[in-house]
């Protein structure tokens, strides 16, 4: 496997939708991880996501969409320490 490039994507951003666990068959095409572009095996589990507005989308391995599910929770996290403080009224406001 090769090292994954560039930052590790959010499922929170607008540019990822829905996902979905697939079977890459045993006909067709290759599949690579879009990610790490390891080849996917035949008839191998592979999580897709659908890109938003297009009929396209990205196939990911199972251990890159774990980092990505790592990443979006790491945003959660952030997002709920951010929403206690301004609910604790602690946020500072400059507008």
Same mark, same amino acid.
């Given at each position: 496997?090769?090292?994954?490039?560039?930052?590790?994507?959010? !499922?929170?951003?607008?540019? !990822?939708?829905?996902?979905?666990? =697939?079977?890459?068959?045993?006909?067709?095409?290759?599949?690579?991880?879009?990610?790490?572009?390891?080849?996917?095996?035949?008839?191998?589990?592979? #999580?897709?996501?659908?890109?938003?507005r297009s009929m396209?989308?990205?196939?990911?391995?199972?251990?890159?969409?774990?980092? #990505?599910?790592?990443?979006?929770?790491?945003? =959660?996290?952030?997002?709920?320490?951010?929403?206690?403080?301004?609910?604790?009224?602690?946020?500072?406001?400059?507008?």
């Amino acid at each position: 496997m090769s090292a994954p490039k560039g930052k590790t994507p959010c !499922l929170i951003g607008g540019s !990822l939708g829905a996902c979905s666990f =697939v079977h890459t068959g045993s006909r067709g095409s290759l599949r690579k991880c879009k990610r790490c572009h390891t080849p996917l095996e035949r008839d191998a589990a592979c #999580i897709e996501i659908t890109i938003p507005r297009s009929m396209g989308h990205k196939t990911f391995c199972r251990s890159c969409f774990g980092l #990505i599910l790592d990443a979006t929770q790491a945003k =959660v996290d952030a997002l709920r320490c951010e929403l206690a403080r301004s609910a604790s009224g602690s946020l500072d406001r400059t507008t």
